[in-house]
């Protein structure tokens, strides 16, 4: 079943958008909404800063340099976690071998065989999976 994109009302300063979203999003785009209202309001109220489109592109460039200066502080975090996938993957790989060898022992004259027909075979790749 297919689920269709689910309406979502937020408000922004005073201002109701229905927002188009996946069910299991929804709270996350809540989250949005109130963080970007938040600094929007911060911005409207220091005075510097006159037009809501103004007060927009501000909030959103602030936010935007809050999530760079995160990634910054965690430059190795990309690198870390393909270097866990790789090891859950050769883990998943030895542990597919080893049971298929379990459940279905060959005798000591194919082993030869068998060894050159599992080396040949690609390795499981998830490499483009998001998790």
């Not at 079943?1 to 201002?15: A, C, D, G, R, T």
């Not at 050159?116 to 690609?122: I, Y």
């Amino acid at each position: 079943m297919i689920e269709e994109p689910l309406q979502v009302s937020i408000k922004i300063l005073e201002k109701e958008y229905r927002i188009a979203c996946e069910y299991h999003e929804q709270d996350d785009l809540r989250a949005s909404a109130r963080l970007l209202d938040n600094r929007m309001r911060e911005i409207r109220q220091s005075g510097r800063v006159i037009g809501t489109d103004r007060i927009a592109v501000i909030a959103a460039l602030n936010i935007a340099h809050d999530l760079i200066q995160i990634q910054r502080s965690r430059p190795n975090y990309g690198e870390d976690t393909n270097r866990r996938l790789r090891q859950l993957q050769d883990q998943v790989n030895a542990a597919l071998v080893t049971e298929h060898d379990e459940q279905h022992p060959e005798p000591q004259r194919d082993a030869e065989q068998h060894t050159a027909q599992t080396s040949t075979e690609p390795p499981l790749d998830a490499s483009d999976e998001r998790v």
